[in-house]
């Protein structure tokens, strides 16, 4: 005759295998869960944190068409008066404006931009003001034509600080009037955020097509990008002109 100790087993208890098998995929199962779970939350805090931290700024690169009138450019002072009002409206935070020539021009410009903005001064982006006789290619006289001068400007909803001009090495051939011209990039940086800083660049390089042409725009914009690698700002912003097709065979300045 049996006794109930001669059934229990030896060493514990017996599970079924359906038990013991369940057990070994759910615990690890539940364990991924759970640390997906953990990401997943970590994540979603990040991000809303980077998104609410972000902010948007608008830019508007143009250029302005500031030739002379007598150099062919077609109803300057009706589109320099509507370039001036198109500022006023505030719908951009940046504006990088080209070919503003003529220190006429710049003012009425000038005259538009909000209280809330600020406009570089017509020699603050040039190689500087002529003595009372212009000097040739030496300085920016701003009155006539644009020998000497660079054309540039920036109106910024922010206050610009650290404003400066460089004058590119290479100005072009003198054939199609480039060599007259005194062309370079302008740099202000600008602080939107907090301990957020922003270096602003603009530019207008060698026109025309010409091998020479060619040869002067992508010197001119290897002395650019050497400059805007080099910033110490937290992001830099280029805009301009740079009378570059990246269809333009013999040429590299769009992929510089």
Same mark, same amino acid.
């Given at each position: 005759?049996?006794?109930? #100790?001669? +059934?229990?087993?030896?060493?514990?208890?017996?599970?079924?295998?359906?038990?013991?098998?369940?057990? /070994?995929?759910?615990?690890?199962? +539940?364990?991924?869960?759970?640390?997906?779970?953990?990401?997943? &939350?970590? +994540?979603?805090?990040?991000?809303?944190?980077?998104?609410?931290?972000?902010?948007?700024?608008? $830019?508007?690169?143009?250029?302005?068409?500031?030739?002379?009138?007598?150099?062919?450019? /077609? =109803?300057?002072?009706?589109?320099? =008066?509507?370039?001036?009002?198109?500022?006023?409206?505030?719908?951009?935070?940046?504006?990088?404006?080209?070919?503003?020539?003529?220190?006429?021009?710049?003012?009425?410009? /000038?005259?538009? $931009?909000?209280?809330?903005?600020?406009?570089?001064?017509?020699? &603050?982006?040039?190689?500087?003001?002529?003595?009372?006789?212009?000097?040739?290619?030496?300085?920016?006289?701003?009155?006539?034509?644009?020998?000497?001068?660079?054309?540039?400007?920036?109106?910024?909803?922010?206050?610009?600080?650290?404003?400066? %001009?460089?004058?590119?090495?290479?100005?072009?051939?003198?054939?199609? %009037?480039?060599?007259?011209?005194?062309?370079?990039?302008?740099?202000?940086?600008?602080?939107?955020?907090?301990?957020?800083?922003?270096?602003?660049?603009?530019?207008?390089?060698?026109?025309?097509?010409?091998?020479?042409?060619?040869?002067?725009?992508?010197?001119?914009?290897?002395? +650019?990008? #050497?400059? $805007?690698?080099?910033?110490?700002? =937290?992001?830099?912003?280029?805009?301009? =002109? %740079?009378?570059?097709?990246?269809?333009?065979?013999?040429?590299?300045?769009?992929?510089?």
């Amino acid at each position: 005759m049996t006794t109930p #100790s001669d +059934l229990d087993p030896l060493v514990g208890s017996v599970q079924p295998r359906s038990r013991l098998l369940r057990t /070994k995929i759910l615990c690890p199962l +539940l364990f991924l869960i759970g640390c997906t779970a953990l990401l997943c &939350s970590v +994540l979603i805090g990040y991000f809303n944190y980077k998104v609410e931290d972000a902010f948007a700024l608008r $830019v508007l690169s143009m250029n302005t068409w500031g030739m002379p009138e007598l150099f062919g450019a /077609k =109803d300057k002072a009706a589109r320099m =008066d509507a370039i001036g009002k198109m500022i006023a409206r505030q719908e951009y935070d940046l504006y990088l404006l080209e070919e503003l020539w003529l220190a006429k021009d710049h003012e009425v410009i /000038k005259k538009h $931009v909000p209280k809330n903005y600020t406009m570089t001064t017509y020699n &603050s982006l040039t190689q500087g003001r002529c003595p009372y006789v212009p000097l040739p290619f030496a300085c920016c006289d701003g009155v006539a034509d644009p020998s000497g001068c660079s054309g540039l400007a920036i109106v910024s909803r922010y206050p610009m600080q650290g404003i400066t %001009f460089t004058m590119y090495n290479d100005h072009g051939p003198m054939a199609d %009037f480039e060599k007259l011209a005194r062309k370079g990039f302008g740099k202000v940086r600008i602080e939107p955020k907090a301990n957020l800083t922003i270096d602003v660049f603009v530019t207008h390089t060698c026109a025309s097509d010409s091998d020479a042409d060619k040869e002067a725009r992508m010197s001119q914009v290897n002395q +650019l990008m #050497s400059a $805007v690698r080099a910033s110490t700002a =937290d992001f830099s912003i280029l805009g301009g =002109d %740079f009378n570059s097709d990246p269809r333009a065979k013999n040429e590299t300045t769009y992929n510089i």
